[in-house]
């Protein structure tokens, strides 16, 4: 099976699962949070971990599943729960002999959260600030500007964006940029009694930019780790982090836009 069919049938199975999540929220969106951030997570201690401590994968994938289920089911202060998880990390070093002792475990598990777990914990409060199902909207988005991105690349592109990734280039992300930023506000006169004008422009900026920056950040983590892919757990696509590496981004400030801004 060539790489084009593989990737065609993870779409096939792994969108309407993704949708799903997110439309029904509740049980099915904390059990594909954990899931799916644990998959990622461990991705992310895997390539920053050059021996792959199992001790460490599963301390991160522990505590990171801990915080999702007690946000969830008791609305828990997620930054008191990390400042906890590095506590406990750091006191566990401390009492360890000194050639055992590896102050970076703390570092690694703590920033892996930050970057994956964090996020997947405020996805749904995204909904709460909008009258339709905002997680769903960004993550079209989203795929609009990756395409946008690509064709235009394909068909402008001259100029090199960035050494990180040597295949896009500035007038594929341009194009994505723009591209995303008018259907976003084209859907204001489509659904105007969801989303305001200005509201439509301003999600369709920030996921053209940071949809972007997602990608890029997650590029150069693999680039300084001489890796292709996070992991090879989804068939044709590569890892989890290298299918929410854009969403990690995105959501989060589309979230303060909403919730700080708006």
Same mark, same amino acid.
């Given at each position: 099976?060539?790489?084009?069919?593989?990737?065609?049938?993870?779409?096939?199975?792994?969108?309407?699962?993704?949708?799903?999540?997110?439309?029904?929220?509740?049980?099915?969106?904390?059990?594909?949070?954990?899931?799916?951030?644990?998959?990622?997570?461990?991705?992310?201690? =895997?390539?920053?971990?050059?021996?792959?401590?199992?001790?460490?994968?599963?301390?991160?994938?522990?505590?990171?599943?801990?915080?999702?289920?007690?946000?969830?089911?008791?609305?828990?202060?997620?930054?008191?729960?990390?400042?906890?998880?590095?506590?406990?990390?750091?006191?566990?070093?401390?009492?360890?002999?000194?050639?055992?002792?590896?102050?970076?475990?703390?570092?690694?598990?703590? =920033?892996?959260?930050?970057?994956?777990?964090?996020?997947?914990?405020?996805?749904?409060?995204?909904?709460?600030?909008? =009258?339709?199902?905002?997680?769903?909207?960004?993550?079209?988005?989203?795929?609009?500007?990756?395409?946008?991105?690509?064709?235009?690349?394909?068909?402008?592109?001259?100029?090199?964006?960035?050494?990180?990734?040597?295949?896009?280039?500035?007038?594929?992300?341009?194009?994505?940029?723009?591209?995303?930023?008018?259907?976003?506000?084209?859907?204001?006169?489509?659904?105007?009694?969801?989303?305001?004008?200005?509201?439509?422009?301003?999600?369709?900026?920030?996921?053209?930019?940071?949809?972007?920056?997602?990608?890029?950040?997650?590029?150069?983590?693999?680039?300084?780790?001489?890796?292709?892919?996070?992991?090879?757990?989804?068939?044709?696509?590569?890892?989890?982090?290298?299918?929410?590496?854009?969403?990690?981004?995105?959501?989060?400030?589309?979230?303060?836009?909403?919730?700080?801004?708006?």
């Amino acid at each position: 099976m060539n790489n084009l069919a593989k990737r065609i049938i993870a779409g096939i199975i792994g969108i309407p699962i993704i949708l799903a999540a997110f439309y029904f929220g509740g049980l099915a969106y904390l059990a594909f949070a954990v899931t799916a951030s644990s998959a990622a997570l461990w991705e992310f201690i =895997s390539m920053m971990d050059t021996n792959r401590r199992i001790s460490l994968i599963t301390a991160g994938i522990i505590f990171s599943g801990a915080i999702l289920i007690t946000r969830y089911f008791f609305d828990a202060d997620i930054f008191v729960m990390l400042s906890a998880v590095l506590i406990l990390l750091s006191v566990y070093e401390i009492f360890l002999n000194e050639k055992s002792r590896k102050p970076d475990r703390s570092l690694i598990i703590v =920033s892996g959260i930050v970057y994956i777990t964090l996020p997947f914990a405020y996805f749904g409060e995204l909904n709460k600030y909008s =009258s339709m199902n905002m997680m769903i909207f960004v993550i079209v988005l989203i795929w609009i500007c990756d395409t946008a991105a690509y064709f235009g690349g394909k068909i402008f592109g001259k100029h090199k964006l960035s050494s990180i990734s040597p295949g896009k280039t500035v007038e594929g992300s341009v194009s994505g940029f723009v591209f995303t930023a008018a259907v976003s506000a084209a859907t204001h006169y489509i659904f105007p009694e969801y989303l305001g004008l200005i509201d439509a422009a301003a999600i369709g900026i920030i996921t053209g930019i940071f949809s972007q920056a997602g990608d890029l950040f997650e590029s150069m983590l693999k680039r300084h780790c001489g890796i292709k892919d996070s992991s090879g757990i989804i068939p044709g696509h590569g890892g989890m982090l290298d299918r929410f590496d854009s969403l990690l981004f995105t959501a989060p400030a589309v979230l303060i836009y909403l919730k700080y801004i708006k």
